[in-house]
């Protein structure tokens, strides 16, 4: 992995600058004094390292717009740029780090008076701004509004890869695909839960599981309880020069995302457009900005993700019906070529010129 992000540096149309250990390991407070060390033997001298690093690189490229992808724990860089360089800052929000609530007081509390101090602030989907808008009384102006974007130059349509299917053992299989973080607004329990009302129609279904993530013991639980194992491959964290064989490997996408009861949800999710670049069609579910990914009916299935046998339906449907399915398919790439990278790209360097105007 360390060789192919470094390829990735050497080949990109853009200079890429990385910091070693820009966010430390975790370690519970045990105690308010205990926060106080932690604060100021770990947080601190992290946060001046970052400062300085950004600091050089504001002066030697003479930078007016800086942008943070991680509001809850990177704003204050944001912040102390434009009051000590003036740079103009935008906040780009996905959705998780808003809609999830916490009372950490140094980054959750501080959500709002972030947000209000941004420049400008970008939502990859209308679910996201218009929860902006609610939860932390912001205006419409001031959100704009770019959708995540496809690499089309990456994830495209190809036969299934010889190599994965004699891998995996999935040679005649109807290939069922999850990629993504292994947490529970995922919906994975639910899917597998859904699996023995499909293979009633689909023996030949299995349902390969592409990730990492804090519910992954209790994912292979589940698969055990169930007696899935002869219908189930987690693959764990994959190569990235991968990722998109796997995507071809499959027949049919599906993230069955739902709202935790905490309020995280999905933001987009990109991983429904990725799916559909490559000729798959989606399952997807009726939670978050997923809605705005999985048009139900157009390129894909919207699902209940909390009831199993919605989802079993949705997998038989698309299988059982190639007039639907090639439908799918067909609106799918559309979509993910009207989402292409390239054209968000270009909003988002839009939207940082004019910034850099303004300066």
């Known amino acids: 992995m360390e060789l192919a992000w470094r390829e990735y540096d050497k080949t990109a149309p853009f200079s890429i600058f990385r910091l070693k250990l820009l966010r430390p390991l975790v370690v519970q407070s045990r105690s308010k004094l205990h926060s106080l060390f932690l604060a100021l033997c770990y947080d601190l001298p992290q946060r001046l390292k970052i400062f300085i690093y950004t600091s050089l690189l504001i002066k030697k490229y003479d930078i007016d717009v800086i942008c943070i992808g991680e509001l809850n724990s990177l ?25 999830t609530e916490t009372n950490f007081f140094r980054y959750g509390k501080r959500r709002g008076e972030y947000l209000r101090n941004s420049d400008a602030i970008v939502a990859v989907s209308k679910f996201t701004k218009e929860y902006l808008i609610n939860r932390f009384n912001l205006s419409d102006p001031d959100i704009t509004l770019i959708p995540n974007g496809v690499d089309l130059d990456k994830f495209s349509p190809s036969e299934k890869p010889d190599a ?17 973080r292994l947490v529970p607004r995922k919906g994975i329990d639910t899917t597998l839960k859904a699996l023995p009302l499909a293979l009633q ?38 190569d990235e020069t991968e990722l998109v064989d796997h995507y071809r490997l ?5 993230m069955a995302n739902r709202t935790m009861p905490d309020g995280d949800t999905e933001g987009f999710g990109l991983v429904f457009l990725e799916a559909n670049a490559c000729a798959k069609p989606v399952i997807g579910g009726k939670a978050g900005g997923a809605v705005e990914a999985v048009i139900d009916g157009y390129n894909g299935i919207s699902v209940n993700a909390f009831k199993p046998e919605e989802i079993a339906k949705a997998i038989i449907k698309i299988y059982s019906n190639d007039t639907l399915r090639k439908r799918l398919i067909d609106n799918g790439i559309e979509f993910a070529n009207r989402s292409s990278f390239h054209n968000c790209a ?3 360097n839009e939207l940082c010129l004019k910034l850099s105007n303004e300066k």
């Open 75 to 99: 704003s204050w860089l944001g912040s102390a740029s434009k009051l000590f360089y003036g740079t103009k800052v935008i906040s780009y929000i996905h959705g998780e780090e808003v809609t």
């Open 164 to 180: 994965l299917l004699d891998r995996y053992d999935l040679k005649n299989r109807f290939i069922l695909l999850t990629v993504g």
């Open 201 to 238: 129609s689909i023996p030949n279904l299995h349902y390969m599981i592409v990730g990492t993530g804090p519910y992954e013991d209790e994912l292979k639980h589940l698969v055990d309880e169930l007696d899935l194992n002869d219908h189930v491959t987690l693959t764990g964290r994959i």
């Open 250 to 254: 499959c027949d049919l996408f599906i």
């Open 346 to 348: 270009s909003l988002f």
